[in-house]
């Protein structure tokens, strides 16, 4: 088994070697051929037209392929050069006009970010009314100093602030602003809905329609009795008029009254009470919850009355009021 294999490898390596051998020889053959032929000399001639001297020179074949491979290589190199140089130039072109496009939005956004930050500066005197109206004095500081806005992105931006166009750091004032804005309008809604609040548990609306007969304050007496001093509103209407309750509370009275007449006595929030007088008729018994709005009786005459009307009357800690100013918005 051994001989067997040692016999096939050397069979197989003299064949190799064989073949090695007669392609080398071939190929030196050709090689020599290929170089004979190359070294061969090829005579170039210019003879001028007067043939008084002729110029002649020898060059090999190689230096002939060497030319016109070179020239070739030139040809090819050059209208690939010229091909790139027309798609460079298209390019070129088609990015300056891209960056005429680019240029002509930032000069619109330049613009449009000039009259947001103008509007900013507009609404800025209004929005501080609005907050010292909220605040309830006028020493509220600078409500548009906002020193943590933003501050880390903003320190970064300063460090390439001379590559930046200037509009970056208008957008982030006026972002700022907004930010303050956002909160001086968090801060007066609240104030906006506590008042609410209040108003809508105060006495805030007319009892009945009709025309004012008389202030509140001192008066001439309407039955020759000198001056008295009044302690409410008379709203003169005709007869039935419906009056009804300025606020939400509980009817504590609900009936005659001296010189009230029939009349209706509501407690509200805050330590208000309402008194409606010289009705006709009530309509509510005592112990009633009532709300604003609701239906309490009628304008009449009762009582010490010269004529048909509603004597309204707001008292604040068992103290008489005038009731205008919290008519007035209303009139």
């Known amino acids: 088994m051994k001989y067997s294999i040692r016999h096939f490898h050397n069979k197989f390596s003299r064949k ?177 809905n506590v008042r609410s609040k209040v108003v809508k548990d105060t006495p805030s609306i007319i009892p009945n329609s009709g025309h004012i007969s008389s202030l509140f304050g001192w008066r001439r007496s309407p039955f020759g009795l000198g001056r008295d001093f009044h302690t409410g509103i008379d709203i003169a209407a005709s007869a039935g008029t419906v009056i009804r309750a300025t606020a939400p509370g509980v009817v504590v009275s609900s009936g005659w009254m001296g010189g009230y007449g029939r009349a209706v006595r509501i407690k509200h929030k805050f330590g208000y009470e309402t008194i409606y007088g010289h009705m006709r008729q009530t309509s509510v018994a005592k112990g009633t919850k009532i709300n604003k709005g609701d239906r309490i009786g009628y304008v009449g005459m009762t009582g010490n009355a010269t004529g048909n009307h509603c004597h309204y009357e707001i008292r604040l800690g068992g103290i008489p009021i005038n009731p205008y100013p919290y008519m007035s918005r209303m009139w």
């Open 16 to 192: 190799l070697y064989e073949n090695y051998f007669v392609f080398h020889k071939r190929f030196g053959k050709v090689w020599n051929r290929f170089l004979e032929k190359g070294h061969e000399k090829m005579t170039v001639m210019f003879i001028p037209h007067n043939e008084k001297r002729i110029f002649n020179f020898q060059i090999s074949k190689f230096i002939v392929f060497f030319f016109l491979s070179l020239f070739v290589v030139v040809l090819v190199t050059s209208s690939y050069a010229v091909i790139k140089n027309q798609q460079i130039r298209s390019e070129e072109h088609k990015l300056l006009s891209s960056y005429n496009d680019v240029r002509a939005d930032l000069i619109r956004y330049e613009r449009l970010t000039n009259e947001i930050y103008d509007l900013i500066d507009d609404m800025k005197p209004e929005i501080e009314e609005l907050y010292e109206l909220a605040a309830g004095t006028d020493q509220v500081g600078d409500i548009w100093e906002n020193r943590d806005f933003d501050k880390e992105d903003i320190e970064k931006l300063n460090k390439i602030k001379r590559i930046l166009p200037d509009e970056i750091f208008s957008m982030k004032d006026a972002q700022k602003d907004l930010v303050s804005t956002t909160k001086t309008i968090k801060t007066i809604k609240n104030f906006i």
